[in-house]
């Protein structure tokens, strides 16, 4: 609870400068790799375009009708043997992992449904690699052992591309596209080389079992059976998955397989960077240029074919399987390994939603920029005003677009978002009807809005209070299927020659015009979503004033922790046990819920209270976090599934044996006589004096603070607030005359167990042993008055271990300690305190583990001080 002032100036600007920065950092990365992503799918879209100016609608529709129905069997074919051949990747991974920890069918399912998904939906929004961390998480998988599985699956299907590319380049390196070459010879070479190199690794794996270590990270690879198995299942993958579009594409326009294969590696790494569904637009510019097929639209129809059969009817696939398991699983009388099944898809059952929703939105994006069928015009314009036409264009792509926001939603389990996405449902297929009375499209959407209902029992999350904003990924993959499908309206009329007057053409047949104002319509909310994005995913979040119930007070007061008096700030929420014997106390931090301590009441109602919590966190979404808690209760948070950080150490001093006698309590006793040769006096006024002298305590925090360069914290302490001080006692050091040079507010716990102090502050001209004196004083006034004992508060990062078996959190902690004083002097705070011969007792971060440990860590941080740097102030 307090701090060791530095003097260094510069610094303090150089760190407040460095602060002003970081909010930004990370948010302009992030959004730096958004708008890369969309630049490679617009650069895609433009080539495309300039590819196929020769090439209209009508010619495509044609070309699709003329596909035979065998080859389009065959691609169905080729199509599940990549799928088998993707589950064979996580079964083998799996294997090779956590050998017998998983059955079979969920593995392969994981690889299979998974991808299945994330290739429908696209990299940015949900990878195979978050829906496998679902499914393997709910199987007791731990982390560490779940991202050994991703990368390992991964790292089949990049030794696959890999190998393809080297077999092309060898086999015929004379007709390797020109943007792809260096050359026939040194093609060759390179192929050599890549193909020898694979053929060594086998060679030493198969010598005994091998570890990748990274650092501290290590990794059991494959044995040469596993690695070759694994390659071998991502040699089929790719290759069925190229053999699909190869069978579509018009006779006689690849030349040569192996250069087919190279152009197809490189379309999809290309799709997979541009974080589009399926890599759409990338991924067609990429074909169509490299096989050089521009103007011919079979070869156009051949990649829109390609997209239904292999991106499309995998995932509705994967919702029929959803659909029939969540079928299974309301029934009474299901034998045990269909439940276990059911129970396994559950996880995966958000994402599958927002892929729903996603696709609804495409759906209803498509029918609006592409022209209508004329006969279903006429039908309508018997029964319909043609504002009612217009109306329904413009509603149905608002809400194709929504629904590709509200997918995130979705995705996270939010109810809100569950009851809008079946809203827009029910209004696109009512305005499906009513622009171009197309039943098809409206009946597929309330088809969809059926399987939402279906599922309706895993969307339970309310966010309390959150703002709107999407994530950068997330408004990437919208920006970027929104930009396709603009791209696809222009396509679709280019023969139209533009002319200013078609923006206000109102006719039945004005179908170009419609067009130009539903593209209006979607670029002002793409650009008012992303405006708000910049707006609210930045800056440092602010705690406001919350009401007090009016049982805190007495519950606080009937605490013998003297730190509770915490939930007095006004700063906190609350959630109250029913009977009003007991709170937990906290804040909303970014995706997380921190709470302040451990919750606060009797014994008998603490355990139900932190369970409650946990509910809480999980109905709004958000991880749970105890900030600040100590050993007793460590077992509780642990059977909750959550995980320990060690913040650091409490100092608390026995005041049963504290005395200024003896040779170690020399300063503390020099500090005190020396403030008494000074005239500067000790004393504790009681809380109904506060009032009086809050004027002259005001003017003193301010000096304080001006000095420290700093601003309030907030949290975990108090700051100097009216209301806040006006519920304590204040301990003050006078000078001759009456002016108050330092003060301090008291805690105080029930039953004389805990005494504390919260803001400790002091004029910038005081005596250099101002605080050492003000404690010595404190301390002796506690012991008089019968408390047990006294809390100094904590020293951050005070006794992790550095020791190599130890976790990498104490590791990172103890170097911070150690080397960390250009910053903050950790060891100087913790020696300040060591002059008492106080007891030290670890305090805890509780959190949720894996990849959710250093964002509630990040959470925490920044409601406590502000931003992660700002912790590091003096």
Request: charged content about 15%.
């Amino acid at each position: 609870m307090t701090s060791i002032p530095g003097n260094d100036k510069q610094t303090r600007r150089i760190e407040a400068r460095a602060q002003s920065r970081l909010p930004w950092g990370k948010k302009t990365k992030s959004a730096l790799f958004a708008f890369f992503g969309i630049a490679v799918a617009v650069i895609g879209l433009l080539v495309l375009d300039h590819l196929s100016s020769g090439i209209s609608i009508r010619d495509v529709k044609q070309s699709l009708h003329a596909i035979p129905g065998s080859v389009l069997l065959t691609a169905l074919f080729f199509t599940f043997v990549s799928f088998a051949a993707v589950a064979l990747y996580d079964v083998v991974a799996v294997e090779t992992i956590a050998p017998g920890r998983v059955p079979y069918h969920i593995s392969a399912m994981a690889g299979g449904a998974g991808y299945a998904i994330s290739n429908a939906l696209g990299f940015s929004l949900l990878t195979g690699g978050a829906l496998r961390y679902r499914v393997y998480a709910a199987e007791g998988i731990d982390i560490a052992d779940i991202g050994r599985i991703i990368g390992t699956s991964w790292m089949a299907i990049w030794f696959a591309f890999t190998i393809l590319i080297a077999v092309a380049l060898v086999i015929d390196p004379s007709r390797i596209p020109w943007i792809f070459s260096f050359g026939p010879v040194l093609d060759q070479l390179i192929g050599i080389f890549v193909l020898l190199a694979v053929a060594l690794l086998l060679y030493w794996l198969s010598r005994r079992e091998r570890t990748l270590n990274i650092g501290r990270l290590s990794v059991r690879l494959p044995s040469s059976q596993g690695a070759l198995l694994q390659i071998l299942a991502g040699l089929v993958d790719v290759a069925a998955a190229a053999a699909t579009l190869y069978v579509l594409l018009p006779a006689g326009s690849v030349n040569s397989i192996p250069a087919f294969a190279l152009v197809y590696v490189v379309a999809v790494a290309l799709g997979i960077i541009s974080h589009a569904p399926g890599g759409i637009g990338a991924f067609e510019a990429t074909i169509v240029a490299g096989l050089g097929l521009g103007q011919n639209p079979d070869a156009i129809a051949a990649l829109v074919a390609y997209r239904v059969i292999y991106t499309l009817i995998p995932f509705l696939a994967a919702i029929a399987g959803f659909v029939v398991s969540e079928v299974l699983r309301r029934r009474h009388l299901i034998a045990g390994p269909t439940i276990s099944a059911v129970r396994m898809f559950e996880p995966l059952i958000p994402p599958l939603s927002a892929g729903i929703a996603f696709l609804g939105g495409i759906v209803l994006l498509i029918s609006a920029v592409i022209p209508d069928l004329h006969h279903r015009l006429e039908m309508l314009a018997d029964v319909l005003p043609l504002p009612f036409l217009e109306m329904s264009h413009l509603g149905a792509s608002f809400v194709g677009l929504a629904l590709l926001i509200v997918a995130r939603g979705l995705a996270r389990r939010l109810w809100r978002a569950w009851f809008l996405a079946l809203i827009l449902f029910s209004l696109g297929a009512i305005f499906a009807l009513s622009k171009a009375f197309a039943w098809e499209e409206a009946l597929m959407l309330a088809l969809m809005a059926g399987t939402l209902l279906l599922f309706r029992d895993s969307f339970y999350r309310k966010p309390l209070g959150e703002h709107f904003s999407l994530s950068w990924g997330w408004l990437a993959s919208v920006g970027t299927t929104a930009f396709a499908i603009l791209w696809l309206g222009l396509f679709a009329y280019r023969h139209v020659e533009y002319a200013n007057e078609l923006w206000w053409e109102f006719a039945w047949d004005a179908q170009a015009s419609r067009f130009l104002r539903v593209s209006v319509l979607i670029l002002t909310v793409l650009a008012a979503i992303t405006i708000n994005t910049i707006i609210n995913g930045v800056g440092r979040s602010k705690l406001r004033a919350q009401p007090i119930p009016e049982q805190v007070p007495d519950l606080v007061a009937m605490s013998p922790s003297a730190s509770d008096a915490l939930a007095l700030l006004g700063d906190k929420r609350f959630l109250m046990d029913p009977k009003g014997k007991g709170f937990v106390m906290y804040a909303r931090s970014g995706g997380s819920l921190v709470s302040m301590g451990e919750p606060v009441g009797s014994d008998d109602v603490i355990a139900d209270l932190a369970w409650a919590f946990r509910g809480l966190a999980d109905r709004t979404g958000t991880r749970t976090v105890f900030y600040g808690v100590g050993p007793e209760r460590l077992p509780l948070f642990l059977d909750m599934g959550l995980t320990a950080l060690k913040l650091g150490e409490v100092a608390r001093v026995d005041l049963s044996d504290f005395s200024l006698e003896g040779s170690k309590r020399q300063p503390l006793r020099y500090a005190a006589r020396r403030l008494e040769k000074e005239g500067i006096s000790f004393e504790i006024l009681p809380k109904g004096q506060t009032a009086d002298i809050m004027d002259e305590l005001r003017v003193v925090s301010n000096a304080w603070l001006e000095m420290k360069s700093g601003s309030e914290k907030r949290f975990s302490l108090g700051s100097f607030e009216n209301a806040y001080l006006s519920h304590f006692d204040i301990a003050v050091l006078r000078k001759e005359g009456g002016a108050i040079v330092a003060f301090a507010n008291v805690w105080r716990g029930a039953g004389n167990q805990e005494i504390a102090v919260d803001l400790m502050r002091h004029v910038p001209d005081a005596s250099s042993v101002i605080m050492d004196g003000l404690f010595a004083n404190l301390l002796m006034a506690a012991k008089g008055e019968g408390y047990l004992w006294f809390n100094l508060g904590a020293a951050p990062l005070s006794g992790l271990s550095d020791s190599h078996l130890a976790s990498r959190w104490n590791r990172i902690g103890s170097f911070i300690y150690r080397r960390g004083a250009e910053f903050y002097r950790f060891d100087g705070l913790r020696a300040f305190k060591d002059k008492f011969g106080p007891k030290w007792t670890p305090y805890y971060l509780i959190c949720p583990p894996g990849l959710a440990t250093p964002r509630s860590l990040i959470d925490a941080t920044n409601l406590v001080s502000g931003s992660p740097f700002e912790v590091f102030k003096r």
